[in-house]
């Protein structure tokens, strides 16, 4: 869903959609599960910045709630990650920051992005939202066994006979390459 300027300054406008897996690329990071749903209301906010410079903002407020599926950090199998957030976002047209400097209308509670062409996709606002709402490490139960460090088994569902000292922290870097590489 795009977002014109020209049509904002007519009047906000209200959405409130199921986006279906794929219509947000969430590159490799999460995959969706279902329909992501968003609403909220895009409007435009004029910062007057002189007599004659005026400064056409995008102001972006609402919501999301989906269901995402992220590797286990030990082990690799897919986690389901129910996620919600609201968002209330400021997006400036690219051009207007050429010296970027404190501006009166950033407010604590909202960010400061940039749009292009005149134009916002809500698809792009919601991919770095999801992405920034993803928890930095899941495991699929608190206490997963991960791989073995020698053969590689989930020992979650297999008890191989290997010998294992400690859990060695850079197998663990080792599963999230070996995740990439079967994606
Ligand atoms: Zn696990
Ligand atoms: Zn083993």
Redesign the pocket.
């Known amino acids: 869903m795009e977002f014109k300027v020209s049509e904002l300054e007519r009047e906000p406008i209200d959405f409130d959609l199921s986006l279906t897996p794929g219509e947000v690329d969430l590159g490799e990071e999460a995959e969706q599960v279902g329909g992501l749903a968003a609403a909220g209301r895009a409007e435009v906010l004029h910062e007057h910045r002189g007599p004659k410079d005026i400064v056409a903002d995008i102001r972006l407020k609402g919501s999301f709630s989906g269901t995402f599926q992220v590797p286990?950090a030990?082990?690799v199998?897919p986690v389901k990650l129910p996620l919600q957030a609201d968002f209330d976002l400021i997006f400036r047209p690219a051009a207007a920051d050429s010296e970027p400097t404190e501006r009166s209308i950033t407010a604590p509670e909202t960010e400061i992005g940039y749009y292009l062409e005149d134009s916002l996709l809500l698809e792009d606002v919601l991919r770095e939202q999801v992405l920034l709402a993803l928890p930095v490490r899941t495991?699929?139960?608190p206490d997963?066994k991960?791989l073995c460090p020698r053969c590689g088994e989930n020992r979650?569902s297999t008890a191989c006979d290997c010998e294992v000292g400690p859990q060695d922290p850079r197998w663990e870097a080792l599963a999230g390459l070996r995740n990439r590489v079967k994606s």
């Open positions: 286990c030990r082990c199998e495991l699929c139960k997963c991960g979650n």
